[in-house]
């Protein structure tokens, strides 16, 4: 088992830099390259529109997930909460932050327990991948999952985010087979997440050979990794290596369409530099049957739990009004929908 003595200051670090810097990819995340055909005639009333969607058995108010963030100290618990208490207000899902810390040192569980929040919402557990390479097995896996009884397990794939950090667990050899073992064994669904850098079509297709449920392409355009890696380094020259990253990825809209056409047979979420409804909609005709946010409501959530609230509100209006000028009663239809393409900005 590798050193993780660090590791809560590690997840307060992260905290802090994500509220207190700028810490955006240098890349878009290219949604703005696409637009909606506007709609004068939309020949449906607004309360109309359906933005109701079935995922892993539960229905979902709107197609939107508070993307995974936190957990392992009090602050993080807080957070936690704040979000849960949105997410079940709104009718949406969410995702708690790699429960490492609570799989290893149990008195922190209670920093990832959101379900006394949060009853009905459809809810993700999440460790990182690379563990499978550092002694964990199914029997983590399934721990991470009934510690907050949540109805997914999300693995996510930060080999860049590891490379950069002086203690990183760098060893992806051979991830794919112990992700499958996963696969088979869990009872719950397996989602596999970048954390900002996209998946590639290549990946995607692995990933769905080995029976992961859905990929979240957590693509390039918004949180940057290496930039927050950048502000944590006390070492000037790790730094430098970090910010030499700062324009790397697949831009969150390329890796949907290149994962939606990899694999077709895994459900698409789309993470990465969203900021509105109009975001979230333009991924879903893209492809993806999800669309996740982190750094907005990390924010909100430093503010208070009434912000989490407006900003899911606001994000869940914009995505009815655009359903509603796009002329797509259902989410079904907004998946049919042509988006045009203008590479003029
Ligand atoms: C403070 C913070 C902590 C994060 N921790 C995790 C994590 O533990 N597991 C994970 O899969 N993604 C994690 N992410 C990545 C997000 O889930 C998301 O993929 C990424 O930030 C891109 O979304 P954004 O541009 O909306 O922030 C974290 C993001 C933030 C801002």
């Known amino acids: 088992m590798p ?11 992260h905290i802090r830099i994500n509220l207190d810097k700028d810490v955006r990819s240098g890349l878009t995340n290219g949604l703005e390259n696409y637009h909606f055909v506007h709609r004068a005639l939309p020949e449906m009333d607004l309360a109309d529109v359906d933005k109701t969607v079935k995922i892993f058995g539960k229905t979902l108010q709107a197609p939107i997930i508070i993307s995974s963030m936190t957990g ?10 704040q979000l849960a208490t949105a997410a079940q207000a709104a009718g949406v899902a969410m995702g708690v932050g790699s429960q490492r810390a609570g799989i290893e040192h149990t008195e922190l569980a209670y920093t990832f327990q959101v379900r006394q929040y949060a009853p009905t919402i459809l809810l993700f557990s999440n460790l990182g991948a690379v563990q499978l390479n550092y002694s964990y097995t199914v029997d983590q896996c399934q721990r991470a999952v009934e510690m907050i009884e949540s109805d997914a397990l999300i693995l996510h794939l930060n080999a860049l985010q590891e490379a ?12 794919l087979d112990k992700i499958e073992k996963v696969c088979r064994a869990l009872p719950v669904p397996v989602v596999a997440k970048e954390v900002g850098w996209g998946i590639s079509a290549e990946d995607a297709r692995r990933l769905s050979e080995v029976g992961v449920a859905a990929i979240d392409v957590a693509g390039a355009g918004g949180t940057s990794w290496s930039q927050v890696e950048m ?5 000037e020259s790790l730094a430098r290596v970090a910010a030499a990253f700062r324009d790397w990825g697949i831009p969150t809209a390329e890796s949907i369409l290149a994962v939606r056409k990899a694999a077709p047979g895994v459900a698409v979420f789309a993470s990465g ?3 509105d409804g109009i975001d979230i909609a333009k991924c879903i005709a893209l ?3 999800l669309g996740g946010m982190a750094s907005p409501f990390l924010k909100a959530a ?11 509100r606001e994000i869940t209006r914009e995505l009815q009004v655009c359903m509603f ?5 259902t989410i079904e239809d907004l998946q049919r929908t042509q988006l045009t393409i203008r590479f003029d900005r």
């Open 164 to 175: 950069l950090q002086p203690e990183g667990d760098t060893h992806f050899d051979g991830l």
């Open 302 to 312: 430093a503010r208070s739990a009434e912000d989490v609230m407006t900003a899911v």
């Open 231 to 235: 502000y944590r380094m006390e070492e």
């Open 287 to 289: 492809g993806a049957s």
């Open 325 to 329: 000028a796009a002329g797509a009663r």
């Open 273 to 275: 530099g969203l900021r």
């Open 3 to 13: 050193d993780n003595s660090t590791l809560p200051s590690r997840k307060a670090d």
């Open 72 to 81: 392992g100290t009090p602050e993080a618990a807080v957070i936690n909460q």
